[in-house]
């Protein structure tokens, strides 16, 4: 297991960048493939974007592809989302997940942070 925990939301207006990060506890963490999914109010969490545990395979949904970009650091333990040319229908809580394999399916992972809140205003 790993213990996670995101930063980095807040608001921002639309065309706008943020910059999420999500550190990890537990001298393991290289071990663990890494993901971002989102909610927003009245949806169902979906997939963002994984990434493998070294980092050399990355995943993205449709909809935020050419525009954010995961990845990680393993020596700091940490794994980023930038996200750029934000969108209103980006606005959602933004979760950090650790798994085995980096698929799109959130049940693949065993590992959540509480989330942080992403807004885009128009």
């Known amino acids: 297991q790993v213990q996670l925990v995101e930063s980095g939301g807040g608001l921002v207006q639309a065309g706008g960048s943020l910059r999420l990060s999500c550190a990890a506890s537990?001298?393991?963490?290289?071990?663990?493939?890494m993901g971002w999914f989102r909610q927003a109010p009245g949806k169902e969490r979906e997939f963002v974007a994984a990434?493998?545990?070294?980092?050399?395979?990355?995943y993205y949904a449709h909809s935020v592809e050419g525009r954010f970009t995961i990845s990680r650091d393993n020596a700091k333990n940490t794994v980023y989302l930038q996200m750029n040319s934000l969108k209103a229908e980006d606005t959602a809580v933004y979760y950090c997940a650790g798994g085995l394999i980096p698929t799109i399916e959130a049940a693949h992972f065993g590992s959540w942070g509480q989330g942080t809140q992403v807004t885009v205003s128009s």
């Open positions: 537990g001298r393991t963490f290289s071990s663990y493939a």
């Open positions: 990434i493998s545990r070294s980092g050399g395979t990355t």
